[in-house]
């Protein structure tokens, strides 16, 4: 595939997907977005309906996915293996029955790894079991896979997929339960603007995560879609960081100069360390991701605070 000219972006009233729409329609990409107010992809005759009406197009990029951040999954095991199992059936189902000529390219989270503290390539996503608080969601992810796998061998249609670590950037939710760096940014800006004594860390600070700035995001998940024939590519920096450094660059782009309290009590701070091998993409397609953290966060910083202000 050489271009896209027409696609569908199921999840796209989120915060990748929202961006990936926009950066496809700034390439000239006729682009219809699925959110949740459009369609409930969990149900199968909606899900058809919805794509019956929507025509032609060249790629599908799959996104869709029940998931909240923090402690919610542990306490919703059940309520997300059945919606991200049916959301996912249902688009693997439309897409054959409708749009067969379009590539699919879904984005999946790394959540999918087992629990360890060395970077995760690829080759480990099969053999192995994700992280216990996550295993519901992480297993229809990979579920998703063999879905790919499944409709390629029998109906001849085109897929890849690419492995996202934490995304961030403009637009984030920043809201104290949202993903870390989004709940961290939100924290910090407002306790600046208000000029607060401390911000609570959930943590003891030594917990590392890996970070993509969401315009790196987008141009990864745009390249894969153009140029990848892989099942399945990790699309990370090449390393991660320390949450309290993370607080550490935040507190300084927001100009906060109240005191840090990493809080262990009663805090969900989930696995010690996330990080992906993301030498494959770099080696089959050339990609790199751009954007350094620390203008990345004080981008994002910035960003917040005019919606604030």
């Not at 306490?75 to 590539?103: C, G, M």
């Not at 997929?161 to 950037?169: D, K």
Request: with cysteine; charged share 25%; glycine share 10%.
């Amino acid at each position: 595939m050489t271009e896209i000219r027409t696609a569908i972006v199921t999840g796209g009233t989120g915060f990748i997907g929202k961006a990936l729409a926009g950066h496809l329609r700034n390439l000239g990409v006729t682009v219809f977005t699925v959110g949740s107010d459009d369609c409930d992809l969990t149900s199968a005759e909606a899900t058809r309906q919805w794509f019956s009406e929507h025509g032609e197009c060249d790629h599908l990029f799959h996104l869709a996915a029940l998931y909240k951040a923090g402690g919610w999954p542990v306490e919703h095991p059940a309520t997300q293996f059945h919606a991200n199992l049916a959301i996912n059936i249902n688009v693997l189902d439309s897409w054959s029955r409708y749009i067969p000529d379009a590539k699919l390219t879904s984005v999946l989270s790394y959540c999918m790894y087992p629990p360890h503290d060395k970077p995760h390539p690829e080759e480990e996503l099969w053999g192995t079991e994700p992280e216990e608080y996550l295993f519901s969601y992480a297993m229809t992810k990979k579920a998703l896979l063999v879905g790919h796998r499944a409709y390629e061998k029998e109906f001849g249609l085109n897929c890849t997929s690419v492995v996202l670590p934490t995304v961030y950037g403009p637009g984030d939710s920043f809201s104290e339960d949202s993903h870390v760096m989004g709940a961290l940014v939100g924290k910090f800006v407002r306790a600046a603007r208000e000029n607060a004594k401390d911000v609570e860390v959930w943590g003891d600070g030594s917990q590392e995560r890996e970070f993509l700035y969401v315009g790196d995001a987008v141009d990864g998940i745009v390249t894969a879609a153009l140029h990848s024939e892989e099942e399945v590519l990790n699309m990370g920096t090449g390393g991660s960081e320390t949450i309290k450094n993370i607080s550490l660059m935040i507190a300084d782009s927001a100009d906060y100069k109240g005191k840090i309290n990493f809080v262990t009590q009663d805090r969900f701070v989930g696995v010690l360390k996330r990080e992906l091998d993301s030498s494959r993409i770099a080696q089959i397609l050339g990609w790199k991701a751009q954007t350094p953290l620390r203008k990345g966060i004080g981008d994002t910083v910035d960003w917040y605070r005019r919606q604030i202000a």
